[in-house]
């Protein structure tokens, strides 16, 4: 059988891993500043999350949420504790698109209609409704095509409230990501995000705040739309919370009551993803690595806009973008082939940084040092 390629151009096969650092088949170490599309919180096979895993092994993998399992009250507790939204419910998923999936339908629920706000460049998942919000035509399949989603400029106040004057009876939910990943490391403007919460407050509409890819502690707090200083009425979260073990879930206000069999799952929240995501809160907070993402990132953003040749550096925390212009192009490349180092991209022209929260000063002046001797050797090209 013919395995379908995902990345065709990725050749490269990882076998080990330990902190910030993967190495290959043939034992060449990498430093990871991509962190696995943002899914590596911790740090890649920490000790304590790997002892929590094999322990919860020797005792139950899985059984069905048939029947009670505490270990989902205690991770409720913990990340309740942790995010400051102890009066929230949690339903847990196995993914980012699956939460968001049960984000939206849980709105269209609450609220009893069928359109959705999203924004140009938005990315919410691979799942169908999810895949309806994403403003992504290579990934949207005619039976994912609805009427049911408005699509308006990121971060545009004055298009949201003609959105809201011409439509608001009829929206559901607004959907936006506190800063936007795969569109290419934009964040939300504060004041977009706190006119969001006042449209739906005056609608009746639902804030759903995708915090895939931003939450977390990845930006320096646990949500990145914290900034704004205002509750979103459902957040959606994964990737970083299970540091690799797939795991997914929605935070949902008080004032949205999901009735019994709205929201369903099999998998989800099953003892090892629960132990997972417990391991990544307890190492977040004994090792504070929340304060350590905000810090490194605004030593790394500093040090990036002091090098010349990239553009536009951007983000927060462990969350960074910056352009790359045409010239300099194969930065990417050859920081993977020749320095070592995995980032992330997103088209058309910029670099995405979004590594472990607990990466060291000293690995970030190592991706800083190979970085501007890469762009060197772009600009100056050998005759």
């Not at 939910?173 to 936007?180: S, T, Y």
């Amino acid at each position: 059988m013919k395995l379908f390629d995902v990345y065709p151009l990725n050749n490269i096969t990882i076998t080990r891993a330990q902190g910030s650092y993967v190495w290959d088949k043939d034992g060449v170490q990498y430093l990871d500043m991509y962190g696995g599309h943002a899914v590596i919180s911790i740090g890649h096979t920490h000790p304590h999350w790997v002892k929590r895993i094999e322990t919860q092994l020797e005792a139950i993998a899985f059984y069905s949420n048939s029947i009670q399992i505490p270990l989902q009250q205690e991770l409720a507790d913990k990340l309740g504790m942790l995010s400051g939204k102890a009066d929230y419910q949690l339903f847990l998923c196995n993914s980012g698109a699956e939460a968001n999936e049960n984000a939206l339908k849980l709105a269209s629920f609450h609220t009893g209609r069928k359109k959705i706000v999203a924004f140009s460049k938005s990315f919410h998942g691979r799942t169908s409704l999810a895949v309806a919000a994403t403003d992504n035509p290579g990934i949207v399949a005619p039976v994912n095509e609805t009427d049911n989603i408005i699509f308006l400029p990121f971060n545009d106040e004055a298009a949201l409230q003609e959105c809201f004057k011409n439509h608001g009876n009829e929206i559901a939910a607004v959907i936006i990501e506190g800063i936007q990943g795969v569109g290419g490391i934009v964040p939300a403007s504060i004041s977009f995000l706190q006119l969001i919460r006042s449209l739906c407050d005056a609608s009746g509409a639902v804030y759903i705040a995708d915090s895939v890819q931003c939450g977390y502690g990845r930006t320096g707090q646990f949500f990145a739309h914290d900034v704004a200083g205002v509750n979103a009425d459902i957040y959606s979260m994964a990737k970083g919370m299970g540091n690799g073990f797939p795991i997914g879930g929605i935070l949902i206000a008080p004032h949205i009551q999901p009735k019994h069999g709205m929201l369903g799952t099999t998998f989800g929240g099953n003892h090892l993803a629960c132990v997972a995501a417990l391991a990544v809160l307890e190492v977040m907070e004994s090792e504070q690595l929340i304060e350590m993402a905000k810090q490194r990132g605004m030593y790394l953003m500093n040090q990036l806009k002091c090098i010349e040749g990239i553009e536009n550096v951007r983000g927060r925390g462990l969350m960074i973008g910056f352009d790359v212009p045409e010239r300099i192009k194969g930065l990417k490349k050859l920081l993977l082939e020749k320095y070592n180092i995995f980032t992330g991209e997103a088209k058309p022209n910029v670099i995405r940084l979004l590594p472990s929260l607990a990466l060291t000063r000293k690995q970030a002046d190592e991706f800083l040092e190979a970085l501007t001797e890469a762009i060197a050797e772009l600009e100056n090209p050998p005759a």
